[in-house]
Nanobody, 122 residues
Framework: QLLLAESGGGLVQAGGSLRLSCAAS????????TAWFRQAPGKGREFVAG???????DYADSVKGRFTISSDNAKKTVYLQMNSLKPDDTAVYYC????????????????WGQGTQVTVSS
């Protein structure tokens, strides 16, 4: 069983930055890909960014150039650095993991964190 715990959300003004963390525990040694998704009120869960153990990354077009996903394997933590935040980025952000590769479909992910709220004020 893999457990994921997000942290780092909060309230920020437009143009500001936040860094989200996703810490994994209970890892059983399999190769996992990790992704960030977000869900705004009344909308579906949307892919944001993904990373696999070979450090291949993928970004949604809406965040490309503003968000950066990275991993620290020693800490079993994946980060999402979010810069130039916009009100449209307001959502609950979830990290998710699956056996490789990283894909964009939320239904393909086996493990999910509880989510962290990000609110961007205009």
């Amino acid at each position: 069983q893999l457990l994921l715990a997000e942290s780092g959300g909060g309230l920020v003004q437009a143009g500001g930055s936040l860094r989200l963390s996703c810490a994994a525990s209970g890892h059983n040694g399999r190769n996992f890909a990790t992704a960030w998704f977000r869900q705004a009120p009344g909308k579906g869960r949307e892919f944001v960014a993904g990373i696999d153990p070979n450090v291949r990354v993928d970004y949604a077009d809406s965040v490309k150039g503003r968000f950066t996903i990275s991993s620290d394997n020693a800490k079993k933590t994946v980060y999402l650095q979010m810069n130039s935040l916009k009100p449209d980025d307001t959502a609950v952000y979830y990290c998710a993991a699956r056996t490789i590769p990283a894909v964009r479909m939320p239904g393909a992910y086996e493990y999910w964190g509880q989510g962290t709220q990000v609110t961007v004020s205009s």
